[in-house]
């Protein structure tokens, strides 16, 4: 197996961040957690160190000895491709592409629509009230969420968002439906989502990925 010389930037809420906790823990990976506080100070994300790791001044950024990596997608492949051992992506190639699909569903469509910078700029240079904000993230993920519920519903998933392993789509699927909870969406008809979270939130790797359990959690 490669070196294991991983060190994770990331925020205790990022739900980014949450996708490749999941997955380093899943894949039983060891790593340092290094928080960047995306609210303190400004935001420590803009400091000139963490600028010269991430240009886009975003989390998570995973270092593997002297490779720095962004976007969290790229690193759950990564991830996937460097230890392939407990693997987060079906054998099939079917299999895989479903897996992929799902995540990027929740993290290209939804997630970028509804993130810390988005939110900031609604309320800051576009104007809008709380009230407003809080319409526009519910929309955005409720549609989402209920789009995925349906890609969801054929016969390859079982326990998990495929099959009775998680994969990758899960690492996805549970930070998103954690931040819906905190917006107080409507999840109602969700069941297969929410029967996947809960069979998430039973394995202690990702319960140890969860954000109230990380050291910089507020």
């Not at 160190?49 to 976007?71: C, E, I, K, R, S």
């Not at 069941?191 to 039973?202: G, H, Q, V």
Request: include cysteine; charged fraction near 20%; charge should be negative.
């Amino acid at each position: 197996m490669p070196d294991q010389n991983l060190t994770l930037y990331t925020y205790w809420r990022s739900s980014a961040s949450y996708r490749v906790r999941m997955a380093l823990n899943l894949k039983r990976l060891d790593y340092e957690s290094r928080p960047v506080h995306l609210v303190r100070d400004g935001g420590e994300q803009y400091a000139a160190d963490y600028t010269g790791l991430n240009p886009q001044q975003l989390v998570p950024t995973l270092v593997h000895g002297a490779l720095a990596l962004t976007q969290s997608l790229a690193i759950l492949e990564y991830l996937e491709e460097t230890f392939p051992e407990r693997p987060l992506l079906p054998a099939d190639a079917a299999g895989r592409a479903r897996v992929r699909a799902i995540a990027q569903a929740i993290a290209c469509e939804i997630h970028p629509l509804n993130n810390l910078r988005v939110l900031k700029y609604l309320t800051g240079p576009a104007g809008l009230d709380e009230n407003a904000k809080l319409a526009w993230y519910r929309h955005w993920t409720e549609n989402g969420l209920a789009a995925v519920e349906k890609m969801l519903a054929d016969s390859a998933s079982g326990r998990f968002c495929h099959g009775n392993e998680p994969t990758l789509a899960d690492c996805c699927l549970l930070p998103q439906v954690y931040n819906a909870h905190r917006f107080e969406c409507d999840l109602t008809g969700l069941d297969r989502i929410t029967a996947i979270c809960t069979e998430l939130e039973r394995l202690a790797p990702v319960r140890d990925a969860a954000p109230e359990n990380q050291p910089d959690a507020a």
